[in-house]
């Protein structure tokens, strides 16, 4: 399998609010690359938001912008490419969100939520959080809400679905973003 697990953190609840993101590259069934980043939002942080993952402010003050992390990253959104992340419907509409926000065109590109996954594969889980799927699975998430390990913790829940259920029953799950 080929494809990209995303993870943004935000710093209130506007979408366009991203403050920190991460990107883990799997190439033939291997995590090969990883992309962290803080962002610094155009909107002031929500205690909420800080108490769920930790970054205040302070922290993003010389921190890129959305637009700057946009310039490279934005290769990984391609109508041939697959993105993921747990609750995709979240990271895909602050990619969406911030894109519109700062002018930028919309990529068309593939996307697939391993929550929607975790679902169909694993019904008994008492909920299917990141957290729960990955404790279910002996998947290691040192730090829960920080985006690198959320990022690395959806690509092995793939991982481990396509291994144990096989490529083709994934297939129906994966939707074109737009």
């Known amino acids: 399998m080929n494809f990209v697990a995303i993870d943004f953190e935000t710093a209130n ?11 883990t590259v799997v190439r033939e069934n291997k995590i090969v690359d990883e992309f962290y980043s803080l962002i610094n939002p155009p909107t002031d942080f929500h205690w909420r938001n800080i108490q769920v993952h930790g970054i205040h402010a302070a922290d993003v003050v010389n921190a890129p912008t959305f637009t700057d992390i946009w310039g490279h990253i934005n290769s990984f959104f391609d109508e041939n490419k697959l993105v993921i992340a747990h609750n995709a419907p979240f990271d895909n509409s602050v990619i969406k969100s911030s894109l519109d926000y700062f002018g930028i065109e919309r990529p068309k590109y593939l996307t697939l939520d391993t929550v ?3 679902k169909q594969f694993f019904p008994d889980f008492h909920n299917h959080k990141l957290d729960t799927v990955c404790n279910e699975l002996n998947i290691t998430l040192d730090h829960h809400h920080n985006a690198l390990d959320d990022s690395q913790a959806c690509a092995n829940i793939l991982l481990y679905q396509a291994s144990h259920f096989g490529i083709q029953p994934i297939k129906p799950f994966v939707k074109t973003a737009k």
């Open 116 to 118: 929607k996954t975790s």
């Open 13 to 23: 609840a506007k979408r366009y609010s991203a403050c920190s993101v991460a990107l």
